[in-house]
């Protein structure tokens, strides 16, 4: 037991589940059969590689969170701006505003409001 501990600690992920998906597939053609010790430790690695994918998921969540974030300020701050310099927005427009996903896109409207006189310069 403890010699396929070492070993199996030793492998890399993609080895263990290489060796995890031949020993399943041995035991479904009835040609193997594991001890309880390894059993485990296969269970073990599934349950690592699930907790892996929820972190992972958690991670990709984060960012996605934070990118929705920028977005958000931006359009907040490209309306504000337009407040500022007295340019009112058609409903048209504030949908366009509202529904630009591109962080560059807004950065550039942001720009443009600068010296911008109308609607239709700030978004071009």
């Known amino acids: 037991m403890v010699y396929f501990q070492l070993i199996w600690d030793g492998l890399r ?3 263990q589940q290489a060796l995890e998906a031949l020993v399943m597939e041995r035991q479904i053609e009835g040609a193997a059969t594991l001890p309880p010790f390894v059993q485990r430790l296969i269970d073990r ?3 690592e590689g699930m907790r892996e994918g ?3 998921g958690v991670r990709e969540g984060k960012l996605e ?3 929705e974030g920028k977005l958000e300020g931006k359009k907040e701050t490209l309306l504000r701006l337009l407040a500022r310099a007295g340019i009112v927005l058609a409903e048209d427009e504030s949908a366009r505003v509202q ?3 591109d962080i560059a896109t ?5 720009e443009n409001v600068l ?3 109308t609607a239709t ?3 071009s």
Do not use: Q, T
């Open 121 to 123: 310069e700030v978004l």
């Open 45 to 47: 690695g599934k349950l």
């Open 65 to 67: 969170g934070v990118r």
């Open 99 to 101: 529904a630009c996903s």
């Open 13 to 15: 992920k993609p080895m």
């Open 115 to 117: 010296g911008a006189k």
């Open 54 to 56: 929820k972190l992972e």
């Open 106 to 110: 807004l950065d550039r409207w942001i």
